[in-house]
């Protein structure tokens, strides 16, 4: 069965729907199978997958309130993934959501039906605690948690610790943190220093030993509606994101294979 992992933070620009897409796109150059979820109404991972949500026939609004089947709806990107569309019709489908008696457990029903066919299924959360954030936790078995190296960063972390320790305690014991990614990072920053070592001193091994540093490439890439990957391999950004791959699949004690010629 797949592993899903919800990518998550609670503030916004930290890197996290870049972490979806890159993450998917160089594990599926390792040659795993995988999906990504845009569980997001802005549908920023959808579009830096190369996909318009304007123009959108069914996504994961239409997927959560039962009016279309998950396999009809899922979109093959040209990076070797699957993916789930979604666009601002998530908004609707949250407040949907809301009014069903155990809610919070629809994403992971739905979730199971192609469990078989994975070996790794991330979710693109909102950058913000609500319905479909929650259903994300809820499916989910791990938790990344992106984040620059800056003050304002440590205060939220600490906002969406207690949130995962609640879904934790209430409707997903499984629910772990598979990892904490410094993103963004800027090493002649002292504050960026000072911030990576009070994480390594209180997570330790929770926090991934790749660091994605501030790349312009990796910044360029989603107006292309390309990964980092596909728009330039030899960029900094998209070597860090094979990293972090390798790093996942070490953890697992899983070869890592060669990169498919792209």
Avoid: W
């Amino acid at each position: 069965m797949a592993e899903i992992i919800a990518i998550t933070n609670q503030k916004g620009g930290v890197g996290k729907t870049t972490t979806c897409v890159n993450l998917a796109a160089s594990l599926a150059a390792m040659k795993r199978g995988v999906l990504l979820v845009d569980m997001d109404p802005q549908g920023n991972a959808t579009m830096g997958c190369g996909v318009d949500k304007r123009h959108i026939k069914a996504g994961s609004c239409e997927v959560l309130l039962g009016e279309a089947g998950l396999a009809e709806s899922l979109v093959h990107i040209e990076g070797g993934f699957d993916l789930l569309p979604a666009n601002g019709d998530l908004t609707a489908a949250e407040v949907q959501l809301m009014r069903r008696t155990d809610a919070q457990r629809s994403l992971g029903r739905i979730l199971a039906e192609v469990g078989a066919k994975y070996e790794f299924i991330f979710i693109d959360c909102p950058p913000s605690l609500n319905m479909l954030t929650i259903n994300a936790l809820t499916a989910a078995g791990g938790v990344i948690i992106p984040m620059q190296c800056e003050y304002y960063a440590l205060e939220g972390l600490s906002a969406l610790l207690e949130t995962i320790d609640q879904i934790r305690g209430s409707v997903n014991p499984k629910l772990k943190i598979e990892g904490l990614l410094r993103t963004m990072y800027d090493g002649r920053n002292r504050l960026a220093n000072e911030v990576a070592g009070q994480l390594l001193t209180h997570f330790g091994k929770q926090v991934f030993n790749t660091v994605v540093p501030r790349n312009v490439r990796l910044a360029e890439a989603p107006s292309y509606g390309l990964p980092a990957l596909q728009y330039d391999k030899s960029s900094l950004g998209a070597r860090a994101y094979l990293a972090l791959a390798g790093e996942m699949l070490r953890r697992r004690q899983i070869v890592e294979p060669v990169v498919a010629d792209l």
